[in-house]
């Protein structure tokens, strides 16, 4: 069973994950890169009985689960960070603390073909994978012992993808990522203070100065952050104020597959098809609406080169201003 | 001239690098990792007159300063992320604020021989390597500008070393790394609760436990952290409440010595000398003697296959148990 650690110092929670359990001989690959799966791919179209079986599918007309047919696909994750039976049981160890690795650990296949990006999906079918995205936290969401969902995505061997299958991951957790929590915190420092929310203000002066902006359109903006920790790391917002992504309106959903897409596809474009990741930052089922908090996404693309001491100590250096990122990925032509 | 510029949301001050400002060519590469340099050294004996000129070195009798005849070498970064030059300036840009970037950065070269770990090198050579880190951050520190002193190592080219041969780097800053200010934080509360440093019950319950200590001598300990984040993550604290590593006793630098270099020999041994970092994490200058804060070295191996999501999370899934990773190092044996 997998176990959930908390850091004492910082209050982090960690997975030690059992599942997972690797000897140090795992470590060691010529390469020190992940071994990526070419070839009988169980995310492909007809490798349906190598996955576990499918929890949800987006699906032509009279096709069958487990079978072919299927335009996205959500099964369980093979090697789960966490198991979804059992009581959540939390306990301490002396000065520590404890709780068994209760959660939900799933893979968002988007599409039955061999590509390694959503980049090279049409934005039909970007579409369907955010629906998928959102179908499935609503639905894990019921279960009360979950109060985060996180949807992320890992693409290339340094962005952590060990299959290369375009696909993204959800896991539920029973409790927040410490940096979701200090945004909140630190948002709310700000409402308490402004009465405005931190992030509709960072998108009104992102507008005024426009020298961060991606690009915008009717719902969402893309914009590289002031405080950029990486080259080319873009953020999407909702232009509104919304706090869940996953109760963002689904006739928004045309409009966010369209800058996702698009923006993921300057990214690869001008980095030469980069490792990249993204994750959702979204509020906490367990918190209604608060007037400080505001759902986006995060792109990081995985410039090995800057990659350092900021494991760390949460210190970065970026040595591309995020202004002239956005400068090349505004001006960037898609074929 | 290089800016910090602070995450209006998460209070995080990052460096904007444009004495290292890339353009997007600079990123693609044909193997997406760092062209470590061999052959014509700048940090080999003899490479002298290739770095900038030495602010200090440990040197053979009568040799001359930038000549060959050192054991340890400390030079400025030829690329720095910070400059010295200058009066500290802080403005605010709408809702964002942002300060220049003073600092200094150094490198401190280990060794003339052309070796790529700490780990080869003679416990001798590691005394006057840490003696040189003392030497300079006591020295760094006179000029008040600076409040927080970071030495940090890169190993590998996933650890992030653009040169191969062993160094460390000292970046001195005007402001507290985020990671830094949270640790204080969070063992300040710890002290006003239970009246005992966080560090030294952490100390005391590892002695108790056993199982995640890597090895112990007359002034430090070494253990794999209860919620370590990354597999085999190693710490190395003194036993003593000390909350400045630079005001340590200098007749505790051989033992420092010792276990740092039999750790890191342990961790390259069973890893097959893995990229690695490692930073330490100490009590700003401008705090003194904090009951609360206990100076520590944290060493990460870099084993590319974890990491992931963790970027955009602060959210940890750690393959191996700490209780597992210090069983192996405790027990792998050193030629």
């Known amino acids: 069973m997998p176990e ?6 910082l209050g982090r929670w960690i997975i030690i994950s059992t599942e997972r359990a690797a000897r140090p001989m795992d470590f060691i690959t010529p390469e020190r890169t992940i071994a990526i799966k070419r070839g009988a791919c169980p995310f492909c179209n007809g ?8 929890i949800f599918a987006l699906r032509n007309d009279n096709t069958q689960p487990n079978k072919p047919g299927w335009r996205v696909r959500v099964v369980s994750n093979k090697f789960p960070a966490l198991r979804i039976e059992g009581e959540l049981n939390k306990t301490g160890d002396g000065i ?5 690795g209760i959660g939900a650990h799933e893979v968002i296949i988007e599409t039955p073909e061999h590509v390694v990006s959503l980049g090279a999906l049409s934005e039909n079918a970007v579409k369907e994978v955010v629906a998928a995205y959102k179908y499935r936290l609503n639905d894990l969401k019921k279960d009360k012992r979950f109060i985060f969902g996180m949807i992320f995505k890992n693409v290339g061997a340094i962005g952590g993808a060990t299959v290369e299958h375009t696909h993204s991951q959800l896991i539920m957790l029973p409790t927040v990522p410490k940096l979701i929590k200090e945004e ?34 009717d719902n969402y903006i893309a914009f590289c952050p002031y405080a950029s920790r990486f080259p080319f790391e873009t953020w999407i917002l909702p232009l509104e104020h919304e706090t869940h992504f996953e109760q963002s309106p689904d006739e928004d959903i045309p409009s966010f597959a369209q800058i996702l897409l698009v923006t993921v596809q300057k990214l ?48 970065y250096i ?17 074929k």
């Not at 959930?4 to 110092?9: E, G, Q, T, V, Y």
């Not at 520590?96 to 068994?100: A, H, I």
């Not at 970026?318 to 898609?334: D, F, G, T, W």
């Open 318 to 334: 970026n040595p591309v201003p995020p202004e002239n990122a956005a400068q090349y990925l505004r001006e960037q032509k898609l």
């Open 184 to 217: 909140m915190n630190g948002a709310e420092i700000f409402y308490n203070y402004h009465d405005r929310c931190l992030f509709c203000d960072m998108i009104r002066q992102e507008q005024d100065t426009k020298s961060r902006i991606v690009m915008e359109n």
């Open 268 to 315: 690869e474009s001008i980095l030469d098809n980069p490792s990249y990741n993204f994750v959702f930052h979204t509020t906490p089922f367990n918190i209604q609406k608060p007037e400080h908090y505001h759902w986006h996404l995060e792109i990081i693309p995985r410039l090995t080169r800057v990659a350092g001491f900021e494991w760390g100590t949460d210190f």
């Open 4 to 9: 959930l650690r908390k850091d004492p110092i």
């Open 47 to 54: 490798g349906e009985d190598m996955t576990p079986p499918e």
């Open 96 to 100: 520590y603390d404890r709780m068994n």
